[in-house]
């Protein structure tokens, strides 16, 4: 069973930088997409960032520029570096990792990690 365990997020000022971790239990290589997504109060849970195996990217157009997805396969991380943090930003982090093999697909989420962010 794959487990993904993200980093503590945190409280942060407007303006401030803040980087997520994930760890899983098995290799990121292994992984065909890992992904963070996030979800704030009262709102549905959103698409952050990608990276597939093959080195694509994909971020939400509310955070191009500012965040950067990142995968470490030789520590089997994937990262979140947060720039110019603001208040919306605010909401729980989720890791995702999606394998597929034999072409079924399995999907692995981490526990959640809150990040708030102060004006």
């Known amino acids: 069973q794959v487990q993904l365990v993200e980093s503590a997020g945190g409280l942060v000022q407007a303006g401030e930088s803040l980087r997520l971790s994930c760890a899983a239990s098995?290799?990121?290589?292994?992984?065909?997409?890992m992904g963070w997504y996030r979800q704030a109060p009262g709102k549905q849970r959103e698409l952050v960032a990608t990276s597939t195996r093959g080195g694509s990217t994909n971020y939400a157009d509310s955070v191009k520029g500012r965040f950067t997805i990142s995968r470490d396969n030789a520590k089997n991380t994937v990262y979140l570096q947060m720039n110019s943090l603001a208040p919306e930003d605010t909401a729980v982090y989720y890791c995702r990792a999606l394998k597929v093999v034999a072409g079924t697909s399995y999907e692995y989420w981490g526990q959640g990690t809150q990040v708030t962010v102060s004006s």
């Open positions: 098995g290799s990121t290589a292994n992984f065909n997409v």
